[in-house]
DNA sequence: CGTATCCTCAAACGATCGTTTGAACTACTC
DNA sequence: GAGTAGTTCAAACGATCGTTTGAGGATACG
Protein backbone atom coordinates (compact mmCIF):
# COMPACT_ATOMS: atom_id res chain seq x y z
CA UNK A 1 0.00 0.00 0.00
CA UNK A 2 3.38 2.27 0.48
CA UNK A 3 5.32 2.04 -2.12
CA UNK A 4 5.85 5.82 -1.66
CA UNK A 5 8.03 5.16 1.34
CA UNK A 6 10.74 4.12 -0.87
CA UNK A 7 10.53 7.11 -2.65
CA UNK A 8 10.40 9.60 0.25
CA UNK A 9 13.57 7.68 2.13
CA UNK A 10 15.28 7.87 -1.46
CA UNK A 11 14.17 12.02 -1.22
CA UNK A 12 15.86 12.03 2.33
CA UNK A 13 19.23 10.40 1.78
CA UNK A 14 19.38 12.29 -1.57
CA UNK A 15 19.03 15.16 0.21
CA UNK A 16 21.06 14.59 3.44
CA UNK A 17 24.15 14.15 0.80
CA UNK A 18 23.32 17.33 -0.97
CA UNK A 19 22.46 19.25 1.85
CA UNK A 20 26.14 18.13 3.31
CA UNK A 21 27.88 18.99 0.64
CA UNK A 22 26.27 22.55 -1.20
CA UNK A 23 23.95 23.92 1.73
CA UNK A 24 20.85 23.77 1.86
CA UNK A 25 20.13 26.58 -0.28
CA UNK A 26 22.86 26.00 -2.67
CA UNK A 27 20.87 22.39 -3.00
CA UNK A 28 18.15 22.50 -5.41
CA UNK A 29 15.76 20.25 -5.73
CA UNK A 30 15.61 19.61 -8.93
CA UNK A 31 19.96 18.29 -8.49
CA UNK A 32 17.70 16.50 -5.26
CA UNK A 33 14.96 14.99 -7.19
CA UNK A 34 17.56 14.17 -9.94
CA UNK A 35 20.15 12.32 -7.57
CA UNK A 36 17.35 10.26 -6.13
CA UNK A 37 15.61 9.29 -8.93
CA UNK A 38 12.39 10.69 -8.45
CA UNK A 39 10.14 13.20 -10.02
CA UNK A 40 11.06 17.22 -9.40
CA UNK A 41 7.25 17.34 -8.04
CA UNK A 42 7.55 14.56 -5.82
CA UNK A 43 9.24 16.39 -2.87
CA UNK A 44 6.43 18.64 -2.50
CA UNK A 45 3.74 15.94 -2.82
CA UNK A 46 5.47 14.30 -0.20
CA UNK A 47 7.29 17.15 2.64
CA UNK A 48 4.82 20.14 1.20
CA UNK A 49 8.02 22.43 1.19
CA UNK A 50 11.57 22.29 0.76
CA UNK A 51 11.97 23.65 4.12
CA UNK A 52 9.68 20.81 5.61
CA UNK A 53 12.03 18.44 4.15
CA UNK A 54 15.09 20.14 5.64
CA UNK A 55 13.38 19.52 9.04
CA UNK A 56 12.22 16.06 7.93
CA UNK A 57 16.11 14.91 6.73
CA UNK A 58 16.62 16.14 10.71
CA UNK A 59 14.47 14.45 12.50
CA UNK A 60 14.95 11.21 10.48
CA UNK A 61 18.85 11.41 12.26
CA UNK A 62 17.79 13.59 15.18
CA UNK A 63 15.73 10.86 16.57
CA UNK A 64 17.51 7.64 17.02
CA UNK A 65 20.61 9.79 17.38
CA UNK A 66 18.86 11.81 20.97
CA UNK A 67 17.34 8.26 21.31
CA UNK A 68 20.80 6.54 21.94
CA UNK A 69 22.75 9.46 23.85
CA UNK A 70 19.67 9.94 26.48
CA UNK A 71 19.34 5.56 26.30
CA UNK A 72 23.28 5.76 27.10
CA UNK A 73 23.17 8.42 29.99
CA UNK A 74 20.34 6.94 31.28
CA UNK A 75 22.42 3.79 32.31
CA UNK A 76 25.13 5.93 33.97
CA UNK A 77 23.47 9.32 35.31
CA UNK A 78 23.23 9.61 39.20
CA UNK A 79 25.56 6.91 40.19
CA UNK A 80 28.06 7.63 42.30
CA UNK A 81 30.54 6.01 40.04
CA UNK A 82 30.06 8.01 37.05
CA UNK A 83 32.45 9.53 35.59
CA UNK A 84 32.96 13.01 33.56
CA UNK A 85 34.26 10.46 30.65
CA UNK A 86 31.37 8.48 31.01
CA UNK A 87 28.55 11.19 30.08
CA UNK A 88 30.84 12.65 27.43
CA UNK A 89 31.45 9.11 26.26
CA UNK A 90 27.40 8.79 26.30
CA UNK A 91 26.94 11.93 24.07
CA UNK A 92 29.69 11.49 21.98
CA UNK A 93 29.54 7.54 20.82
CA UNK A 94 26.31 7.44 19.39
CA UNK A 95 27.29 10.77 17.05
CA UNK A 96 30.43 8.69 16.00
CA UNK A 97 28.38 5.10 15.13
CA UNK A 98 25.91 7.48 13.18
CA UNK A 99 28.83 9.15 11.02
CA UNK A 100 29.90 5.23 10.41
CA UNK A 101 26.81 2.86 9.93
CA UNK A 102 22.81 3.31 8.67
CA UNK A 103 24.76 5.95 5.83
CA UNK A 104 24.15 9.03 8.22
CA UNK A 105 27.72 9.99 7.63
CA UNK A 106 26.95 12.95 6.19
CA UNK A 107 24.48 13.58 8.61
CA UNK A 108 27.17 15.34 11.20
CA UNK A 109 28.23 17.97 8.61
CA UNK A 110 24.50 18.97 7.66
CA UNK A 111 24.23 19.32 11.71
CA UNK A 112 27.36 21.47 11.52
CA UNK A 113 25.72 23.15 9.18
CA UNK A 114 22.74 24.07 11.08
CA UNK A 115 25.14 25.68 13.56
CA UNK A 116 26.58 27.92 11.49
CA UNK A 117 23.78 29.42 9.68
CA UNK A 118 21.81 31.06 12.46
CA UNK A 119 18.63 30.35 10.53
CA UNK A 120 15.78 31.02 13.75
CA UNK A 121 13.00 28.67 12.27
CA UNK A 122 15.52 25.88 12.63
CA UNK A 123 17.04 26.37 15.29
CA UNK A 124 13.57 26.81 16.86
CA UNK A 125 12.77 23.39 15.40
CA UNK A 126 15.90 21.93 17.14
CA UNK A 127 15.38 23.58 20.52
CA UNK A 128 11.92 22.33 20.60
CA UNK A 129 12.49 18.52 19.50
CA UNK A 130 15.81 18.31 21.22
CA UNK A 131 16.56 21.19 23.66
CA UNK A 132 15.76 18.33 26.46
CA UNK A 133 18.37 16.24 25.78
CA UNK A 134 20.96 19.00 26.40
CA UNK A 135 19.62 20.00 29.39
CA UNK A 136 20.11 16.15 31.03
CA UNK A 137 23.30 16.34 29.95
CA UNK A 138 23.52 19.75 31.06
CA UNK A 139 22.45 18.23 34.53
CA UNK A 140 24.57 15.54 34.94
CA UNK A 141 27.49 17.83 34.14
CA UNK A 142 26.25 19.98 36.89
CA UNK A 143 26.34 17.20 39.27
CA UNK A 144 30.05 15.83 38.37
CA UNK A 145 31.71 19.35 38.31
CA UNK A 146 29.89 21.07 41.32
CA UNK A 147 33.28 23.40 41.61
CA UNK A 148 31.88 25.10 38.10
CA UNK A 149 29.67 28.09 38.76
CA UNK A 150 26.56 28.21 36.23
CA UNK A 151 27.67 30.64 33.83
CA UNK A 152 31.02 28.86 33.38
CA UNK A 153 29.35 25.31 33.18
CA UNK A 154 27.15 26.65 30.05
CA UNK A 155 30.58 28.40 29.01
CA UNK A 156 32.16 25.03 28.77
CA UNK A 157 29.29 22.79 27.55
CA UNK A 158 28.94 25.31 24.47
CA UNK A 159 32.58 25.10 23.88
CA UNK A 160 32.37 21.47 24.01
CA UNK A 161 30.06 21.25 21.23
CA UNK A 162 31.72 23.68 18.73
CA UNK A 163 34.61 21.05 19.41
CA UNK A 164 32.99 18.08 18.91
CA UNK A 165 30.43 19.68 15.97
CA UNK A 166 33.71 20.49 14.12
CA UNK A 167 35.62 17.82 14.35
CA UNK A 168 32.71 15.04 13.64
CA UNK A 169 31.89 17.20 10.29
CA UNK A 170 35.18 15.87 9.02
CA UNK A 171 37.76 18.34 9.01
CA UNK A 172 39.55 16.20 11.58
CA UNK A 173 42.67 15.52 9.70
CA UNK A 174 43.51 12.89 11.20
CA UNK A 175 42.79 9.91 8.12
CA UNK A 176 42.23 6.36 9.47
CA UNK A 177 45.50 4.50 8.31
CA UNK A 178 45.30 1.41 5.64
CA UNK A 179 46.24 -1.11 8.71
CA UNK A 180 44.01 -0.10 11.27
CA UNK A 181 40.37 -1.40 11.10
CA UNK A 182 36.94 1.29 11.17
CA UNK A 183 36.05 -0.22 14.42
CA UNK A 184 39.59 0.63 16.11
CA UNK A 185 39.81 3.75 14.41
CA UNK A 186 36.18 4.84 15.87
CA UNK A 187 37.38 3.65 19.41
CA UNK A 188 40.53 5.82 18.80
CA UNK A 189 38.63 9.25 17.72
CA UNK A 190 35.78 8.79 20.75
CA UNK A 191 39.19 8.70 22.69
CA UNK A 192 40.71 11.56 21.25
CA UNK A 193 37.61 13.71 21.78
CA UNK A 194 36.33 12.58 25.06
CA UNK A 195 39.98 12.88 26.35
CA UNK A 196 40.12 16.44 25.30
CA UNK A 197 36.61 17.24 26.14
CA UNK A 198 36.92 15.98 29.99
CA UNK A 199 39.85 17.89 30.54
CA UNK A 200 38.71 21.35 28.75
CA UNK A 201 35.67 20.77 31.27
CA UNK A 202 37.78 20.15 34.44
CA UNK A 203 40.05 23.10 33.77
CA UNK A 204 40.79 25.16 36.98
CA UNK B 1 40.61 60.67 -8.20
CA UNK B 2 39.15 57.69 -6.42
CA UNK B 3 35.87 58.47 -5.02
CA UNK B 4 35.18 54.82 -5.65
CA UNK B 5 37.06 53.58 -2.57
CA UNK B 6 33.45 54.55 -0.70
CA UNK B 7 31.77 52.43 -2.69
CA UNK B 8 33.86 49.64 -2.70
CA UNK B 9 34.31 49.78 0.90
CA UNK B 10 30.05 50.22 1.69
CA UNK B 11 29.66 46.98 -0.56
CA UNK B 12 32.20 45.38 1.66
CA UNK B 13 30.58 46.65 4.84
CA UNK B 14 27.50 45.44 3.45
CA UNK B 15 28.43 42.40 2.19
CA UNK B 16 29.76 41.14 5.55
CA UNK B 17 27.03 42.27 7.54
CA UNK B 18 24.75 40.06 4.63
CA UNK B 19 26.70 37.18 4.34
CA UNK B 20 26.90 36.68 7.66
CA UNK B 21 22.83 36.65 8.32
CA UNK B 22 22.02 34.56 5.35
CA UNK B 23 25.29 33.18 3.89
CA UNK B 24 27.22 33.39 0.38
CA UNK B 25 24.09 32.03 -1.48
CA UNK B 26 21.63 33.24 0.81
CA UNK B 27 22.70 37.45 0.07
CA UNK B 28 21.56 38.55 -3.14
CA UNK B 29 23.66 40.96 -4.66
CA UNK B 30 20.02 42.82 -5.05
CA UNK B 31 20.00 42.95 -1.25
CA UNK B 32 23.46 43.59 -0.39
CA UNK B 33 23.50 46.85 -3.17
CA UNK B 34 20.41 47.93 -1.64
CA UNK B 35 21.82 47.95 1.72
CA UNK B 36 24.97 49.70 0.67
CA UNK B 37 22.92 52.52 -1.43
CA UNK B 38 25.23 51.55 -4.50
CA UNK B 39 23.64 50.30 -7.73
CA UNK B 40 23.29 46.90 -7.99
CA UNK B 41 25.97 46.73 -11.51
CA UNK B 42 28.66 48.27 -8.61
CA UNK B 43 29.47 44.56 -7.31
CA UNK B 44 30.75 43.27 -11.00
CA UNK B 45 32.31 46.72 -11.53
CA UNK B 46 34.51 46.80 -9.02
CA UNK B 47 35.27 43.41 -7.74
CA UNK B 48 34.41 41.11 -10.91
CA UNK B 49 31.70 38.99 -9.91
CA UNK B 50 30.38 37.75 -6.46
CA UNK B 51 32.61 34.85 -5.75
CA UNK B 52 35.71 38.13 -5.84
CA UNK B 53 33.48 39.75 -3.57
CA UNK B 54 33.63 36.76 -1.30
CA UNK B 55 37.28 36.77 -1.26
CA UNK B 56 37.85 40.33 -0.36
CA UNK B 57 35.51 40.25 2.36
CA UNK B 58 37.63 37.68 3.51
CA UNK B 59 40.53 39.62 2.68
CA UNK B 60 39.37 42.89 4.15
CA UNK B 61 39.47 41.16 7.87
CA UNK B 62 41.89 38.93 7.76
CA UNK B 63 44.63 40.34 6.59
CA UNK B 64 44.30 42.52 9.65
CA UNK B 65 43.54 39.58 12.02
CA UNK B 66 46.58 37.57 10.56
CA UNK B 67 49.33 40.67 10.89
CA UNK B 68 47.72 41.13 14.71
CA UNK B 69 47.89 37.52 15.71
CA UNK B 70 51.12 37.08 13.97
CA UNK B 71 53.03 40.21 16.04
CA UNK B 72 51.60 38.87 19.27
CA UNK B 73 53.20 35.53 18.67
CA UNK B 74 56.65 37.43 17.54
CA UNK B 75 57.01 39.21 21.11
CA UNK B 76 56.64 35.85 23.16
CA UNK B 77 57.80 32.68 20.40
CA UNK B 78 60.80 30.62 21.12
CA UNK B 79 61.69 32.68 24.76
CA UNK B 80 61.73 30.02 27.34
CA UNK B 81 59.15 31.49 29.74
CA UNK B 82 56.12 31.12 27.32
CA UNK B 83 53.22 29.68 28.16
CA UNK B 84 50.77 27.84 26.67
CA UNK B 85 48.26 30.34 27.95
CA UNK B 86 50.54 33.28 26.08
CA UNK B 87 50.04 31.44 22.62
CA UNK B 88 46.80 30.55 23.33
CA UNK B 89 46.27 34.77 24.14
CA UNK B 90 47.72 35.65 21.08
CA UNK B 91 45.65 33.69 18.78
CA UNK B 92 42.71 34.81 20.61
CA UNK B 93 42.75 38.38 21.52
CA UNK B 94 42.99 39.72 18.62
CA UNK B 95 40.10 37.43 16.75
CA UNK B 96 38.21 39.16 20.26
CA UNK B 97 38.98 42.51 19.56
CA UNK B 98 38.12 42.63 16.06
CA UNK B 99 35.10 41.11 17.32
CA UNK B 100 34.42 44.62 18.96
CA UNK B 101 35.68 47.07 17.17
CA UNK B 102 35.72 48.91 13.41
CA UNK B 103 32.92 47.06 12.77
CA UNK B 104 34.27 43.36 11.85
CA UNK B 105 32.07 42.11 14.50
CA UNK B 106 30.69 40.26 12.26
CA UNK B 107 33.15 38.81 10.45
CA UNK B 108 33.68 35.26 12.72
CA UNK B 109 30.18 34.60 11.88
CA UNK B 110 31.11 34.94 8.49
CA UNK B 111 34.02 32.54 9.05
CA UNK B 112 32.71 30.54 11.01
CA UNK B 113 30.38 29.78 7.61
CA UNK B 114 33.06 29.18 5.80
CA UNK B 115 34.23 26.42 7.87
CA UNK B 116 30.93 24.94 7.34
CA UNK B 117 30.88 25.02 4.00
CA UNK B 118 33.37 22.82 1.88
CA UNK B 119 33.62 25.26 -0.54
CA UNK B 120 36.74 23.81 -2.56
CA UNK B 121 37.80 27.07 -3.72
CA UNK B 122 37.03 29.02 -0.56
CA UNK B 123 39.36 26.56 1.52
CA UNK B 124 42.00 26.56 -1.20
CA UNK B 125 42.06 30.99 -0.71
CA UNK B 126 42.58 30.71 3.35
CA UNK B 127 44.79 28.21 2.70
CA UNK B 128 47.10 29.72 0.46
CA UNK B 129 46.89 33.52 2.07
CA UNK B 130 46.79 32.31 5.78
CA UNK B 131 48.00 28.62 6.13
CA UNK B 132 51.25 30.23 7.31
CA UNK B 133 50.03 31.74 10.25
CA UNK B 134 48.33 28.38 11.63
CA UNK B 135 51.62 26.91 10.62
CA UNK B 136 53.32 29.63 13.13
CA UNK B 137 50.89 28.41 15.72
CA UNK B 138 51.80 24.92 15.70
CA UNK B 139 55.34 24.77 15.83
CA UNK B 140 54.89 27.18 18.97
CA UNK B 141 52.31 24.64 20.60
CA UNK B 142 54.53 21.77 19.37
CA UNK B 143 57.50 23.49 21.40
CA UNK B 144 55.64 23.96 24.81
CA UNK B 145 53.62 20.54 24.42
CA UNK B 146 56.34 18.13 23.77
CA UNK B 147 55.11 15.33 25.24
CA UNK B 148 52.38 15.06 22.30
CA UNK B 149 52.81 13.23 19.41
CA UNK B 150 52.50 14.81 15.65
CA UNK B 151 48.77 12.95 15.52
CA UNK B 152 47.47 14.36 18.28
CA UNK B 153 48.92 17.54 18.49
CA UNK B 154 46.60 18.23 15.46
CA UNK B 155 44.21 16.45 16.74
CA UNK B 156 43.85 18.75 19.59
CA UNK B 157 44.82 21.91 17.79
CA UNK B 158 41.91 21.20 15.27
CA UNK B 159 39.23 20.94 18.45
CA UNK B 160 40.24 24.42 19.86
CA UNK B 161 39.92 26.16 16.38
CA UNK B 162 36.53 24.54 16.36
CA UNK B 163 35.88 25.37 19.94
CA UNK B 164 36.69 29.01 19.53
CA UNK B 165 35.23 29.53 16.27
CA UNK B 166 31.36 28.42 17.44
CA UNK B 167 31.98 30.28 20.83
CA UNK B 168 33.03 33.46 19.20
CA UNK B 169 30.79 33.50 15.99
CA UNK B 170 28.14 34.20 18.28
CA UNK B 171 26.94 31.01 19.84
CA UNK B 172 28.13 32.01 23.58
CA UNK B 173 24.94 31.92 25.64
CA UNK B 174 26.59 34.16 28.13
CA UNK B 175 25.90 37.49 27.01
CA UNK B 176 27.46 40.68 28.97
CA UNK B 177 25.29 42.14 32.37
CA UNK B 178 24.34 45.69 32.28
CA UNK B 179 26.69 46.28 35.33
CA UNK B 180 29.91 44.94 33.40
CA UNK B 181 32.14 47.09 31.16
CA UNK B 182 32.77 45.48 27.53
CA UNK B 183 36.57 45.46 27.98
CA UNK B 184 35.78 43.84 31.44
CA UNK B 185 33.13 41.28 29.82
CA UNK B 186 36.08 41.04 26.47
CA UNK B 187 38.44 40.39 28.99
CA UNK B 188 36.43 37.39 30.90
CA UNK B 189 36.11 36.14 28.07
CA UNK B 190 39.18 35.58 26.59
CA UNK B 191 39.75 34.28 30.21
CA UNK B 192 37.35 30.81 29.75
CA UNK B 193 38.19 30.69 26.00
CA UNK B 194 42.06 30.36 27.00
CA UNK B 195 41.44 28.69 30.60
CA UNK B 196 39.08 26.10 28.37
CA UNK B 197 41.83 25.24 25.53
CA UNK B 198 45.21 24.98 27.38
CA UNK B 199 43.58 22.43 29.54
CA UNK B 200 41.90 20.89 26.47
CA UNK B 201 45.34 20.82 24.96
CA UNK B 202 47.28 19.38 28.32
CA UNK B 203 44.99 16.55 28.20
CA UNK B 204 46.79 13.59 29.79
C1' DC C 1 36.10 74.09 -24.77
C1' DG C 2 37.15 69.27 -26.00
C1' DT C 3 38.27 64.97 -24.69
C1' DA C 4 39.60 61.16 -21.96
C1' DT C 5 38.87 58.42 -17.80
C1' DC C 6 36.48 56.73 -14.16
C1' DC C 7 32.23 55.73 -12.32
C1' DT C 8 27.03 55.23 -11.83
C1' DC C 9 22.71 54.19 -13.51
C1' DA C 10 18.23 51.86 -15.34
C1' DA C 11 17.21 48.20 -18.07
C1' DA C 12 17.56 43.96 -19.88
C1' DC C 13 19.75 39.12 -20.52
C1' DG C 14 19.38 34.10 -20.01
C1' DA C 15 19.46 30.81 -16.38
C1' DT C 16 17.70 28.69 -12.43
C1' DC C 17 14.92 28.70 -8.48
C1' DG C 18 10.58 26.57 -5.57
C1' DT C 19 6.10 25.55 -6.57
C1' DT C 20 1.74 24.33 -9.02
C1' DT C 21 -1.08 22.03 -12.38
C1' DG C 22 -3.69 18.48 -14.61
C1' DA C 23 -3.30 14.39 -16.90
C1' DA C 24 -1.61 9.52 -16.71
C1' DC C 25 -0.45 5.46 -14.19
C1' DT C 26 -0.95 2.08 -10.26
C1' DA C 27 -3.17 -0.78 -6.93
C1' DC C 28 -6.84 -1.95 -4.20
C1' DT C 29 -12.23 -2.23 -3.10
C1' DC C 30 -16.77 -3.48 -4.16
C1' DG D 1 -14.22 -4.49 -14.32
C1' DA D 2 -15.80 0.08 -13.01
C1' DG D 3 -14.52 3.19 -9.41
C1' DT D 4 -11.48 5.26 -6.13
C1' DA D 5 -7.49 6.87 -3.70
C1' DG D 6 -2.60 7.36 -3.88
C1' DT D 7 1.32 8.34 -6.59
C1' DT D 8 4.18 9.79 -10.57
C1' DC D 9 4.90 12.46 -14.53
C1' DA D 10 6.08 16.36 -18.08
C1' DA D 11 5.19 20.95 -18.47
C1' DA D 12 4.58 25.34 -17.16
C1' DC D 13 4.21 29.31 -13.59
C1' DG D 14 6.09 33.64 -11.73
C1' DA D 15 9.95 35.09 -9.12
C1' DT D 16 14.64 35.84 -8.40
C1' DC D 17 19.32 34.97 -9.41
C1' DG D 18 24.31 36.80 -11.25
C1' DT D 19 25.80 39.21 -15.00
C1' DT D 20 26.01 42.36 -19.07
C1' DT D 21 24.96 46.42 -21.72
C1' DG D 22 25.07 51.08 -23.31
C1' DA D 23 23.88 55.57 -22.24
C1' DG D 24 24.93 59.32 -19.20
C1' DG D 25 27.26 61.95 -15.21
C1' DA D 26 31.49 63.46 -12.96
C1' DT D 27 36.10 64.92 -12.81
C1' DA D 28 40.69 66.13 -14.43
C1' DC D 29 43.94 67.59 -18.04
C1' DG D 30 45.32 69.59 -22.50
Known amino acids: MN?????????LTAAEALFA???????SLRQLTAAAGVNLAAVNYHFGSKDHLVEQVFKRRLDQLNARRLAALKQISGQPETTLEDVLAAFIRPALD????????LFMRVL????????????????ENY???MRQFTAEFARLLP????????????????ALTHA??????IQRKSDVSETTHREQTAEHLIRFAASGLRAP
Do not use: C, N, P
Open 3 to 11: SSASTKERI
Open 21 to 27: QRGFEGA
Open 98 to 105: LSHDGGGG
Open 112 to 127: ARAFAEHDDDLRKFLS
Open 131 to 133: GHV
Open 147 to 162: GLSKEELYWRIDLVTG
Open 168 to 173: MSGFGI
